[in-house]
């Protein structure tokens, strides 16, 4: 017979909250109920597992321990699978609702999005998405803070050394873009070192400028940076203008640009690994039902992306 387990959900989710508001005062104003609960709900937890949770601060409120951090990760999961049980058992498990927090990488966000919005309000209406879009070191250290689901983004070599786990939905190979009008703008395909001596307009993000300058050098060419930018939008703009050539590898659905002026995209024919779309996610942690089902419809959104760059 399976020996009954020491603590209570409830304690769990006082802990949780405990946590993400850094004081037990706080806790007790944002559950609506007495400080002394929350304490000795918390207290009482720390007994029944016989580990220090927090480590209590005079004037700065609480800091988790190890241990601490080990359980919030645990007691969400545990928690997002309690709701799930509770919905079955009320005859509502296919009928998926409640939140999910989805982190995307800022460059990929106008281009998945807006069709996981409409997608998913339209299966499934009770499924409320929050978004957290930055940059992929970000994004990693969220979805290890436990504050996202999952996150959309390019893998960068990094999940590995990260205890995360990615799975690679879609592969984008690199394209050069010119100005139209530009020499070789009637061309299918280009070489890298026919645009050696224009300046390179960067995508200056971490990890992706590392990915856009190596690709350079692979082909043999110094590329000259003349111009960096943090938008994808303002890299196309400025390359219609005539300032320069960039490499990317999202294709919009339209040449022109917000600056009004006209891209050309060309084939990159330099060998590159394409990058890899990744729905990455905390190894072991199993995502809940409605989480799967977002990342079901990225998968198909990708899927498509895919099958038409």
Wanted: net charge negative.
């Amino acid at each position: 017979m399976t020996s009954p387990v020491g603590f209570t959900l409830v304690q769990l989710r006082y802990f949780l909250v405990a946590a993400e508001c850094g004081s037990m005062t706080a806790a007790s104003a944002r559950l609506h109920i007495a400080q002394s609960a929350v304490s000795s709900a918390v207290h009482n937890l720390e007994h029944d597992l016989r580990v220090q949770l927090f480590i209590r601060r005079r004037g700065r409120g609480l800091v988790l321990t190890p241990a601490g951090e080990r359980l919030q990760y645990q007691a969400r999961e545990l928690l997002a699978r309690a709701r799930e049980v509770e919905g079955e058992a009320r005859g509502s498990g296919e009928t998926l609702s409640g939140p999910v927090t989805v982190g995307c990488f800022i460059t990929l966000a106008p281009y998945y999005l807006p069709a996981l919005f409409s997608e998913c309000t339209e299966r499934y209406p009770g499924i409320e998405i929050d978004v957290v879009e930055a940059e992929t070191e970000q994004l990693l250290q969220t979805l290890r803070a436990g504050r996202i689901d999952f996150a959309l983004t390019y893998d960068f070599g990094l999940l590995a050394d990260q205890e995360l786990a990615g799975e690679t939905i879609a592969r984008f190979p690199a394209y050069v873009i010119v100005p139209a009008g530009h020499p070789l703008a009637g061309r299918d395909g280009v070489e890298l070192a026919e645009l050696a001596a224009e300046p390179l307009v960067l995508l200056d993000l971490p990890y992706s400028r590392d990915y856009f300058r190596a690709l350079v050098a692979d082909a043999g060419t110094a590329p000259d940076v003349r111009y960096r930018t943090q938008s994808y939008e303002t890299v196309r703009s400025m390359v219609a203008r005539g300032l320069g050539y960039s490499v990317l590898n999202q294709r919009p659905a339209t040449s022109q640009t917000y600056g009004g002026g006209d891209v050309v995209e060309l084939e990159l024919r330099d060998a590159r690994p394409p990058l890899e779309l990744t729905l990455a996610t905390v190894e072991g942690v199993t995502q809940t039902a409605r989480a799967r089902a977002v990342m079901d419809v990225l998968r198909e959104i990708a899927a498509r992306r895919s099958a038409t760059d």
